[in-house]
């Protein structure tokens, strides 16, 4: 099976690889049952990453062309049926009728993740949510019944692209707390931070940008950029966030269009970009001109350590947007979100975001303005706060108790995860297997980076589950780390499709 390659083409070559093993299946060189190479072994051969083999394997399989069976590998479909039998109606190809926006690449590991919720016998450790039975339902209903009584229908109608203005301020009066000054003007309301990282993208990014991230750094972002079809440029983290030592050298030979950080606990390693490192990040931002976003959906959740300043609060010039959400803290289905910056930045962003969906959740914004003026968030962010360390040192303790050598993690000072290393001996692939067969879910590692690294990682939340169950999802996964450790890792299945999200 010979497939070309043109490195200089505008075609991705994910779709080059698809549309040259299509064009051999439907001119019968490629039999029904014929195995097609491991992932592995074609892209060895093809000189690329194994992820691209992997995206063209899917689109032959959304196209009907080629299956997948664990153990089996990936094969031909038989292409018997003819357009001149009448009992038969093939199936019209959606994927090949869609616009190619780059979205084709994405990982639907978020919606996975995002069903898992559902699912009562698996024991979640994976999907980022604050504790449900910590939601304070009968505050939320109390208002909301206030809320109707005074406001009547326009608590349901539209409202301003940017926001309700009530809202607004009590936003500016947040971020004051926070260090960050900010009028009306400099603030645009999201349907959460996912949205207002797409609005971001879709303002600044065109296909090719190169933008920097961290690595590790948060899955879903790495897949809004790809998405856009941007070039990540990954720069290591340690203990202390970002290496600015090496974004200095990468700013040198490049000019990306955006820095993409998340500076307090990060998602997902827990770390904490130092003060130092900070004032380094915003220099080489000042000195090649690039604009920083920073993504803080965490810093309200420390619990031990002293605070140290936003991106935002120490950036006087206006180089820095600032991406914040309630949804790690309160009602993450009301989906409130918010981005401040220069003012032409955010009647920029306005403009996307009426094209996307003209405004956000009209009684979300009056009910958590309301919720915030009458003091019940400080409230319950001091509560959260104290659980939350609890279930942390909950998870850190059955770790300690459980985990089988080789196995690390970090103590993060706040925020929602714990990130852990497991040993090069064990097979990324059959440790998800093996913990779906245990009934416990985590994140992966892999997604969280830009390049081909991170398999040998996984994260952990320990917020939503309770202390009960985190200590019986740690003992679940420590079962299916021992079952696996001893196994070589070229028992590795190769497959297409998503593996399962465990």
């Known amino acids: 099976m010979e497939i070309q390659i043109d490195r200089r ?8 690889i698809t ?34 083999v992997l995206n063209a394997y899917r689109e032959l399989k959304a196209d009907g062309l080629v299956d997948a069976h664990v153990g089996q590998g990936t094969t031909v479909v038989p292409q018997g049926q003819t357009l001149n039998d009448p009992e038969t109606v093939q199936p019209l190809p959606w994927r090949q009728l869609i616009r190619d926006s780059g979205s084709r690449n994405q990982d639907p590991l978020i919606r996975d993740l995002l069903e898992l919720t559902e699912q009562r016998d698996v024991i979640s450790l994976s999907i980022g ?15 909301q019944d206030r809320l109707v009584a005074e406001l009547g229908a326009a608590v349901l109608l539209h409202s301003p692209t940017e926001g309700i203005t009530s809202f607004r301020e009590t936003l500016c009066q947040q971020m004051t707390i926070r260090g960050i000054r900010c009028s009306l003007s400099d603030v645009l309301v999201t349907s959460g931070s996912q949205q207002g990282l797409d609005l971001v993208i879709r303002t600044l990014i065109n296909p090719g940008d190169e933008v920097v991230v961290e690595e590790p750094s ?61 004032r380094l990040l915003l220099a080489l931002a000042y000195r090649y001109q690039v604009p920083v976003l920073e993504d803080d959906p965490y810093s309200e959740l420390r619990y031990e350590g002293d605070a140290i ?41 306005a403009l996307n975001k009426q094209t996307v969906d003209l405004h956000s959740n009209t009684f979300g914004q ?42 690390t993690w970090t103590k993060p000072e706040g925020g929602f995860y714990v990130w852990c ?69 070229n028992r590795d299945r190769t497959g297409v499709g998503t593996p399962p999200i465990v």
Not at 314 to 341: C, E, N, Q, T
């Open 19 to 52: 549309n040259g093993i299509k064009e051999m299946i439907l001119k019968k060189k490629l039999p029904g049952g014929f195995r097609l190479p491991p992932e592995r072994r074609l892209a060895r051969s093809l000189g690329i990453n194994r992820s691209t």
């Open 421 to 489: 290393r497991f040993s090069g001996t064990v097979s990324p692939r059959r440790l998800m297997e093996q913990a779906a067969i245990e009934r416990v879910s985590f994140l992966p590692g892999a997604p969280c980076f830009a390049g081909d690294v991170g398999e040998n990682y996984l994260r952990l939340n320990f917020t939503m589950a309770t202390p009960e169950q985190i200590r019986e999802g740690v003992r679940r996964l420590a079962r299916a780390l021992r079952a696996v450790e001893t196994e070589p890792r």
């Open 129 to 143: 949510l604050p504790a449900p039975e910590l939601l304070p339902l009968q505050i939320l209903r109390d208002i």
């Open 309 to 349: 300043p936003s991106l935002k609060a120490l950036d006087p010039h206006g180089f820095v947007l600032y991406l914040s959400s309630f949804s790690k803290i309160l009602f993450p289905g009301l989906r409130m979100g918010w981005l401040a910056g220069p003012r032409s930045a955010i009647r920029e962003l």
């Open 218 to 278: 948060y899955f879903g972002a790495l897949e809004a950029f790809r998405g856009a079809q941007a070039r990540l440029l990954g720069i290591p983290t340690d203990a202390e966030g970002m290496r600015t030592d090496i974004l200095e050298s990468v700013l040198a030979r490049h000019r990306p269009k955006l820095i993409y950080t998340l500076p307090t606990f990060q998602n997902p390693s827990g770390c904490v970009l130092s003060l130092q490192r900070r």
């Open 366 to 407: 009056w009910i958590i303005d309301r919720f915030i003026r009458e003091g019940h968030l400080a409230r319950h962010i001091r509560s959260a706060r104290e659980e939350y360390a609890r279930r942390r040192d909950v998870m850190i303790e059955a770790l300690s108790a459980l985990a089988p050598p080789g196995f």
């Open 9 to 16: 083409s505008p075609v991705p070559i994910y779709l080059q």
